[in-house]
């Protein structure tokens, strides 16, 4: 199954902001229940729920798959992502009227665990994925049933956008965001005469377009001079795709650059003293992008 997350902490526990009982989404047109004796909270791309006394936690993440049998088929060819395998060792499970769930063994950041996972198709958009997971030797149904409980409290409805959405969604069209980092330092002067040198530079474009297609591109060097030798490195990042924004859980406008390889990119938008932010880093926006 086509999965967001990167990492999973077995038997977690956090004091991260917490939510009990009904969490509702209206920007994203998701409302569900956390079981009692439950908190959650959103964790990366996805929301993280755990529990003071039960071992494990569970991860929902969405997935754009709006077809069961392909929901199917990406079961069976497992989970793998950084730290995590998971191969399905059960058979399908029926989870309501668009759901289907199955459970899975393997590792999870070098520990054996087992999981169980339902997926969900939205009629009004991205799916939601369940995974209920604790270390194998504590896996028991209690999972197998928290995955399922919180899947059939979740009602999708179209989601809202937010004005502020629309807003940016206008500014940044046929617009180029640059950022531009650099620091170079003097160590002085060196035993053997020479002055010692050390530089790192990072520099980073986005044309967005207006008809929807956006540029990447992004470069670093690092370069030191000892006096006795001279290093130096450097590396770029070329890319293409479509370019959207969005909302956040909570109506937050986020740009999102789908890359042609199907890998994305997310940034928090922001806009502070008549300055463009990034995921609170500075950007300079200007409307030279040369777009075909």
Known sequence: MRLAFVIFILCYQSAFSQQTG???????????????????GESGDGFLIISDTQPGLIFMVPHDVNDLDILKQEAE??????????????????????GVGAEFEG??????????????????????????????????????????????????????????????????KGAKLTYMNSDYSSGGVSVGGYSTYSGYSSHSEITLCANGYFSYYSSDSFSVDTGGGFANSAGNNNGQGNWEVTSSGNGEPVLKLLFNNGKTHSYQLSYKDKKTYLNDTRYFRTYDAKCN
Do not use: H
């Open 77 to 98: 060819a497992g989970i793998q992502d950084e730290g995590v395998a998971l191969q399905k060792s059960g058979g399908f499970d029926e989870v309501g009227k668009g």
């Open 22 to 40: 009904e969490v509702d989404y209206p920007y994203l047109g998701i409302k569900f229940t956390i079981p009692p004796q439950w908190k959650g």
């Open 107 to 172: 590792i999870i950041q070098g520990q054996q665990a087992k999981a169980y996972v339902v997926a969900i198709i939205n009629p009004f958009g991205n799916g939601v994925t369940i995974i209920s997971a604790t270390t194998a030797e504590m896996y028991t149904d209690v999972y197998k049933k928290l995955a399922q409980q919180i899947a059939m409290s979740i009602q999708f409805s179209e989601p809202i956008e937010a004005p502020v959405t629309q807003e940016w969604r206008d500014a940044l």
